[in-house]
């Protein structure tokens, strides 16, 4: 469930905690992979079979916008770099930029259109990738769920480890 209300200075947010006077909207997850919704706000009068809309902010309207590279819960095993895809349709218009935040922090060698890309050196441990859209005009963002990955190194004991 997500609930959608703008505050006094006209911001539209969307929560998945109940905020009074908030819209309630249900949403569906796709099997796939969980990181694309499609959504219909409750009590909006639309005939059953008819095609939900998507819950975006006005012009914020992707069809598609999910992390397709990691994989949910991928696991790598001693890989130099991790690749990462944003599928995006359509494409980012010119006032609208993405950021991309592994662990909860911003990654700044990225670039504000860049979809593809890859990570390397990251140390043994668990990941969490998540991609943000901002329309620089109205303010609005819109953000991928977090895709959680592992990176698993070889032992230094193991009989097969190669030393540089």
């Not at 905690?17 to 706000?41: D, L, M, R, Y």
């Not at 009590?43 to 598609?64: D, H, I, M, R, V």
């Amino acid at each position: 469930m997500i609930y959608k209300w703008t505050d006094a200075n006209g911001v539209v947010h969307y929560s998945d905690q109940p905020v009074p006077g908030a819209e309630k909207i249900v949403t569906s997850s796709s099997p796939s992979n969980g990181t694309t919704f499609s959504a219909h706000a409750s009590g909006n009068g639309s005939a059953p079979g008819a095609a939900p809309k998507k819950n975006a902010p006005p012009g914020l309207n992707y069809s598609q916008f999910a992390i397709t590279s990691p994989l949910p819960d991928q696991t790598f095993f001693g890989e130099d770099v991790v690749s990462v895809h944003l599928a995006l349709e359509p494409a980012l218009k010119p006032n609208q930029t993405i950021t991309w935040h592994l662990n909860g922090k911003q990654l700044e060698d990225q670039g504000s259109d860049t979809v593809q890309f890859t990570i390397g050196n990251l140390s043994r441990g668990s990941y969490a990738l998540a991609a943000t859209i901002t329309d620089q005009q109205t303010g609005e963002s819109l953000s991928t769920d977090s895709v959680s990955f592992f990176v698993r190194q070889p032992s230094e004991l193991a009989p097969l480890h190669q030393r540089p």
